[in-house]
C-alpha cells in the first residue's frame, strides 16, 4: 500500500511540474508530542518541543490539488516517569523527559480551495495528509532508552493559506514504528502521537 502510495504521489508531482510553478519557502512551528508505548506501563506527560525547515508545494491549476514536501529539523518527546517502576529506580534512573531530534521529511497530498470567486487571493483553506519519514538524529542520554535509526509516521490536518503567500496549518501525527525502547525490558517501545502547528511563507 505505501508502495502504491509513493508511486501515486510521484505521478502527481510530474503532471503537476508540467503546468505550475514549484513555490518553497520556509516553515517553522511546534509539536505537542508525547509517546504511545506498546504496554501502559509508564506513567508520561506531553512536551511542547520546536520545529523548522523549508518547504515546497505544486498546485494543479483549475482543480485544487497537488502535493507539498518539507524538510525539517523537528524535536518532540515526553516527560517519562521511570522512577515509579522498580526496575528502573534500583538503576537510579527518576522521571527525565526524553527529547527526539529528527530530520523529518514530510510528503503530502493536498486540497486547496481556490475556486471562490476571488475571495482565495485574501484566504484559501486546505486539507493534507500523507506519510511522514523521520531519520532520528540524537536522544536525551538517558541509560533506560534506545533508539532506531528511523522511523515512519501518518499525518493529516487542515490549514488556510493568506494573501497567497502565509500559510497556517494544524494536524495531527501517529507513528506507526517505535522510535524509543527500553533497554531492559523485551518488546517495551513506544511510538510518537501528538499536534503540530505550522506557519509558513511561499515565495
Known amino acids: ?61 483549475g482543480i485544487g490539488f497537488g502535493i507539498d514536501l518539507a524538510l525539517k529539523y523537528s524535536a518532540n518527546g515526553s516527560t517519562l516517569h521511570f522512577g515509579e517502576h522498580e526496575v528502573w529506580a534500583a538503576d537510579g534512573i527518576g522521571t527525565t523527559k526524553v527529547w527526539v531530534h529528527q530530520l523529518q521529511i514530510p510528503l503530502n497530498l493536498r486540497f486547496k480551495w481556490t475556486r471562490m470567486e476571488g475571495v482565495e487571493q485574501y484566504i484559501a483553506p486546505f486539507v493534507y495528509g500523507g506519510p511522514v519519514f523521520n531519520f532520528n538524529l540524537t536522544t536525551t542520554d538517558c541509560p533506560a532508552i534506545e533508539h532506531p535509526a528511523a522511523s515512519f509516521a501518518i499525518q493529516c490536518g487542515i490549514g488556510a493559506e493568506l494573501f497567497e503567500h502565509w500559510q497556517i496549518s494544524g494536524g495531527y501525527l501517529w507513528g506507526f514504528s517505535y522510535e524509543v525502547r527500553t533497554i531492559k525490558l523485551d518488546n517495551f517501545s513506544a511510538s510518537q502521537r501528538g499536534w503540530q502547528v505550522n506557519l509558513t511563507y511561499l515565495f
Open 1 to 61: 500500500m505505501l508502495k502504491k502510495t509513493l508511486i501515486s504521489l510521484a505521478a502527481l508531482a510530474i503532471a503537476a511540474s508540467a503546468s505550475a510553478e514549484f513555490r518553497w519557502g520556509p516553515t517553522a512551528g511546534i509539536n505537542i508530542s508525547n509517546m504511545r508505548w506498546k504496554q501502559k506501563l509508564l506513567q508520561t506527560n506531553t512536551l511542547v518541543g520546536p520545529q523548522a525547515g523549508l518547504m515546497g508545494e505544486i498546485m494543479i491549476p
